[in-house]
């Protein structure tokens, strides 16, 4: 590493690790969130915030994947970059930027629900889907020009010329990457985590107050998510921050930093390997209701088809919380 004595580490894993990843994330995260696209876009009707919220998710994790194959070539060359300066500076801000969107999707589910189960009524008042547009509009505007000023910027000088998005140089890490850094490490993972970790377990401890075996169900597939997501997100914000650290200077053990390294590897894959997961989500948060149900979805029923978690409804006689999708209306 250049800051220091220590030589560059290899991790010789990561040119088998990123490919198989990769490729398992675009066999099944391709496909599954095209059709999560299509279907909570375009079929389910009325729309609703968590539908919006589920519709930008499919569409960041969508970006990242179709980010991948340069990255598999990349690295089943070795970490040789063959498509030029521009294509690498382009795939590499869309690639972290849209897990960073991703991110802050998943945290717009997560207060939606919170909304819904805790503070019902508020929620009534305000589950109008513009709203949750305006947020959407709103992040990918904000994403669209941090990219901007990242490419008018320049290109980042690197250590060597042949990597591609890594081993920048010190002067890189003491100027601008150090602000972006910490900007995306507060507001991309820091914040989305505090507010994951504490308004689902909150959604959870009020629907577990239901003793129905719908509500039982709804909080187990509560933690299923919360596991699944710090699961691939949490390790990625917690090596990245030492890897910020080790950049900075601030760690200069040369094993440690060796290890940060191959823990930065490994969190890197788990975070793309989100794009696979969050259509496992979409069938498990929905699985009361069959997908083949929505081809009749403008056929009346008994029964009120939402897309997902903790809908409530509240009718002057009785009110049943169904996490999956499903909301059953029951006169006595």
């Not at 060359?77 to 849209?98: I, P, R």
């Not at 914000?237 to 940060?260: G, K, M, P």
């Not at 008994?302 to 002057?316: D, P, R, Y």
């Amino acid at each position: 590493m250049n800051q220091t004595n220590c030589t560059d580490p290899k991790a010789e894993f990561q040119y088998y690790l990123f490919p198989m990843v990769y490729i398992l994330a675009l066999i099944i995260g391709l496909p599954g969130n095209l059709v999560a696209l299509y279907v909570f876009t375009i079929r389910i009707s009325p729309r609703t915030a968590f539908s919006v919220y589920i519709s930008n998710l499919a569409a960041a994790d969508i970006i990242i994947l179709c980010m991948l194959p340069l990255r598999i070539h990349y690295h089943l060359h070795e970490n040789e970059w063959e498509f030029g300066d521009f294509a690498c500076q382009l795939t590499g801000l869309l690639y972290y930027a849209n897990i960073y969107m991703s991110i802050c999707f998943m945290t717009c589910i997560c207060v939606d629900r919170y909304m819904a189960t805790v503070h019902p009524h508020t929620y009534l008042r305000m589950r109008n889907p513009k709203w949750s547009l305006l947020v959407s509009v709103a992040l990918w505007c904000f994403g669209g020009v941090a990219i901007l000023v990242f490419i008018l910027m320049g290109p980042l000088e690197r250590e060597d010329d042949h990597s591609c998005f890594e081993n920048f140089a010190t002067r890189e890490w003491n100027d601008r990457l150090r602000t972006y850094s910490i900007v995306s490490l507060v507001f991309g993972s820091l914040m989305p985590s505090v507010i994951i970790l504490v308004c689902y377990p909150l959604a959870a401890k009020r629907i577990s107050m239901i003793g129905t075996k719908t509500a039982q169900k709804a909080v187990r597939v509560i933690y299923t998510i919360l596991a699944i997501t710090l699961f691939c997100f949490l390790p990625h914000h917690v090596v990245y921050l030492l890897h910020l650290l080790q950049r900075l200077e601030v760690i200069q053990n040369c094993s440690v930093r060796t290890s940060i390294y191959n823990a930065r590897r490994v969190t890197m894959a788990l975070i793309t390997l989100n794009t696979c997961l969050d259509p496992v989500l979409y069938y498990i948060t929905t699985s009361h209701f069959r997908w083949e149900h929505l081809k009749r979805s403008s056929t009346p029923n008994k029964t009120e088809h939402f897309s997902m978690a903790f809908k409530i409804l509240i009718n002057k006689r009785k009110t049943i919380v169904s996490y999956c999708g499903v909301l059953h209306t029951e006169n006595t």
